[in-house]
């Protein structure tokens, strides 16, 4: 005899389904947090490939670069006649005016307005009013060629970031085929790589015993400036320990001997 069908108050699902039902519920819940978190993955990765530079700004055209270079060079042209060739001596030489000595200027042509009569025979007011609009106009075009160059050093960055992360990323390719041996790729490989060869720090190398001897003597003989210093520990339960230190200057000084140790009764 059939056994009749048991029939679940109030609308409930009986065990074995409402199990079923919760694990397809899971199912679908775990495929979609799968979904969305590779969407974020992927989403993350799209931008970091929209900002990995460092600026978003707009590259300019190459003509126009080529035009503000000619205009630059004409200008320069233009000043040619102008500017002496000076080197760092002869800079040096000439008078400087800064913040305090334009105030000097100032006071000097104001009074100097005021009692002309100890101008010398070569200096007048309207000369000296024409040499100070000159520095005034010519102290504008420094600041506007510093700006310039500011600017232009700006765009240079970004233009060099752009540069080099393209090569990057052509090299991470190739070392991406590298490592999975595609014919070709290895030799392109070892070629690109031998560029980040030795960049970063060497490690400071201990003098040798001629090199020791040769800096105590011309420490001993006053031909350099400079410290040597041995430092010993004597081996007890485990092995000893020994520390040289040598610092010498090519400046020639005075030499000075010091010597300190201790005796411990075993």
Known sequence: MARPKKITKRGRTPKATAKSTRGKVKAKSANKAKT??????????????IIRRPSPNPQPDIELINMITTDLHSIMEALDNFAANLRALDRIRHNGVGLKRLGFIEAAFRIAAKFPEYYPH???TAKFQADINLFNAIRELLDACRSLEEKAWNVNVESADMIYTNALEYYAQVQDAANRRI??????YTELHDFFRGMGPKPKEEPTKKQLKRDFN???RGKKDGEISIKNISPKTTAGNREVIDET?????AYKESDEGSITDA
């Open 249 to 253: 200057y090519k400046i020639k000084g």
């Open 218 to 220: 011309a420490l001993e």
């Open 122 to 124: 070569w200096l007048s």
């Open 183 to 188: 014919d070709s790729a290895e030799s392109l």
């Open 36 to 49: 969305a978190k590779q969407s974020k993955s992927l989403q993350t990765i799209t931008d970091n490939i």
